[in-house]
C-alpha cells in the first residue's frame, strides 16, 4: 500500500484503508512502541550534497545509550529501556511537570491507555539516553508521543 504518494494509482481511498487498519486491534497496536509513517523520498533529496549525521556518529550515540542502560541496570535481570517494568519505570522515568502535561494530553484527548503510558515514557528515557541527557525533557515526551500516533490517522 502506498498510502499518501500522490499520483500513485494504486493508492487506496480512506475507506478501504480504514477498512484495512481496523482489521489490525488496537490491543495489538498498542503493544508497538514505535509506529512511524515512512514519507517518500524526493528525487531532490536523493541527489542533495547536504550531509546528514554520519553512520559513524550514530553508531557512536547508540553504543553510549547502550552502556547508560547497563550501567542504570546493573544489578537488574534488564539490560535496556524496553524491558522496564512499571517498578522500573517509576524509577528510572521521573518527568518534569511539562513532560507530565504532555502525557496527561496524550492519556486524555488522544485516548493512550496504561500501556501506552508506560512505553512512552521507556521510548522517551531511550531518546534521552540517545541525546546524552541524564533527565527525560519534555521534548523527548513530545517525540515519544509521536512515534505513538500512527494509528490514530486511520
Known sequence: MFRGL???EDDCTDAQRQKYYAKISGPLLD????QVDVPEVKFKDIISRAEGESS?????RVTHARERQLLRFQGR?????????????????????????????????LGFSARAYDRVLKVGRTIADLAADEDIRPAHVAEAIQYRMMDRYY
Not at 503493544?31 to 514505535?34: N, Q, S, W
Not at 559513524?56 to 557512536?60: F, G, L, N, T, V
Open 77 to 109: 535481570k534488564i539490560y535496556a529501556n524496553a524491558q522496564m517494568g512499571t517498578r522500573e519505570i517509576k524509577k528510572f522515568c521521573p518527568v518534569c511537570a511539562d513532560s507530565q502535561k504532555l502525557l496527561e494530553t496524550a492519556v486524555t484527548k
Open 56 to 60: 559513524e556518529r550514530i553508531r557512536e
Open 31 to 34: 503493544r508497538v512502541d514505535i
Open 6 to 8: 500522490a499520483g500513485r
